[in-house]
């Protein structure tokens, strides 16, 4: 019984702290994004394959 009632608290505890700014509203501004700044959507993607290719490298 501990065990559930421990694990139901942890698993409140995100929903609580939210619940918490909503209601506070201390943020009065939203965070300032700049949306003229670009990235590449392939990022990730070229990194991971370069990382496998240094491996492949390294064991052939």
């Known amino acids: 019984m501990i065990i559930v009632l ?3 608290v942890l698993a ?3 929903f ?7 209601v506070s509203k201390r943020d009065i501004l939203p965070l300032n994004i700049n949306f003229s700044f670009t990235r590449d959507p392939r990022f ?3 990194s991971f394959r370069h990382k496998i ?4 490298k ?3």
């Not at 609580?16 to 909503?22: G, H, R, S």
């Open 53 to 56: 290719e240094n491996v492949v």
């Open 44 to 46: 990730f993607g070229k």
């Open 16 to 22: 609580f702290l939210a619940i918490i700014e909503v």
């Open 12 to 14: 409140f505890i995100p």
């Open 58 to 60: 390294m064991i052939s």
């Open 6 to 8: 421990l694990f139901l």
